[in-house]
């Protein structure tokens, strides 16, 4: 890749730190990934070796979370990148390579998706046991500010900007009651590590200690069935219900043999776990209209059907959230179908 050519500001400092401060003058430099923040990924191969750069422009993201958790997790044995070198001024890390394949296209196999689902949950609970006292320590809260101020994307950017349903005070005060409901129950679970982003797109297939665990930077102190259901609620693959009720439940067989006290049975556990994914989704589709109508990222369009559906079901199996259900039924379900095919036309964005 020539950076020279390709007007990328960015990609030229950081060719210029490999090459000037690192000593990577033959290497060759490709895109890895970009994701929902700024950051974006390159890999770097050099006389066989591969490495990835981490660009995080830093008048628009901190590195020091991102390497406070590295340090945390490779501190528990969790399978993370390790940092190699960094220019923290400057927002570049190399770190070792994890490879390239993410568990979402590896999960389409039903024979595979059982046993990486095991070995996922064995890094979890790793994760929440044994990271339980670090986190308490080291990471922010969880707490019910940033609850709140996620739930309202829902608002601001799905309701408001995609499905373009402007909020009566009825409606407003409905949501403003779910969003509570929602945060108590998050704040009543067990705390521990939360990874916040604990899903196929950021565990990758690796030939020892799988899973390779990434894009962990905004881990904090909270709730213990978040990352759970990030996993088995995926916004990016989606399992029968019956399934995904099995699988949560052998988690939390796991988890009390690691000697996690929880302090609720099956059925506190699995309410647990449903409510936190209802807080999550609902926040993923004011993300995910974000990336589009902020950042016109595109991709993302695609999964709101999916993510959709998981608040839409969730709401409806409990009668604390039955409103809500309705909400959903009369004023979104009606009105997504042309919010969709506005929004993926030529030139939406």
């Known amino acids: 890749m020539d950076a020279n050519d390709s007007g990328d500001s960015r990609l030229a400092l950081l060719t210029r730190w490999l090459r000037e401060d690192l000593g990577f003058d033959s290497a060759r430099i490709e895109p890895a990934s970009a994701d929902a923040s700024f950051r974006r990924y390159f890999r770097v191969t050099r006389a066989g070796e591969s490495f990835i750069v981490m660009d995080a422009p830093p008048d628009k993201e901190d590195l020091g979370p991102y390497l ?47 046993r990486l689902y095991q070995d996922a949950f064995s890094s979890l609970v790793k994760i929440q046991s044994a990271g339980r006292a670090r986190a308490a320590a080291l990471l922010p809260a969880y707490d019910e500010a940033l609850l709140m101020r996620e739930m309202q994307l829902l608002p601001d950017w799905f309701l408001t900007k995609h499905t373009q349903q402007p909020l009566a005070a009825a409606e407003r005060g409905l949501l403003d009651e779910l969003f509570g409901f929602l945060a108590q129950t998050a704040l009543a679970q067990p705390v521990t590590l939360v990874h916040r982003d604990f899903h196929s797109r950021n565990l990758l297939v690796t030939p020892e200690a799988n899973p390779g665990i990434i894009d962990f930077q905004d881990a904090v102190n909270g709730a213990v069935t978040y990352d759970l259901v990030s996993l088995l609620k995926d916004c990016y693959i989606a399992w029968p219900a019956a399934r995904v009720r099995e699988w949560a439940l052998q988690y939390r067989e796991m988890l009390l043999t690691a ?50 559906d998981y608040v839409h079901a969730t709401a409806a199996a409990y009668p604390e959230t039955a409103a809500f259900a309705r909400f959903i039924e009369t004023r979104i379900l009606p009105q997504f179908p042309a919010a969709q095919a506005r929004a993926l036309a030529p030139n939406g964005c």
Do not use: M
Not at 76 to 94: E, H, K, M, T
């Open 259 to 308: 000697g996690f006290v929880l302090g609720a049975g099956e059925r506190q556990f699995l309410r647990w776990f449903d409510f936190s994914g209802l807080q999550r989704h609902i926040k993923v589709l004011g993300i995910f209209s974000r990336l589009f109508y902020r950042d016109c990222k595109s991709q993302y369009l695609h999964d709101l059907p999916r993510v959709l």
């Open 68 to 114: 406070k958790v590295t340090g945390l997790l490779a501190g528990i044995g969790l399978n993370v990148p390790w940092v190699l070198a960094r220019d923290v001024s400057q927002g570049l890390l190399l770190l070792t390579d994890l490879g390239t394949r993410l568990y979402l296209p590896e999960l389409t196999d039903p024979t595979a998706a059982e």
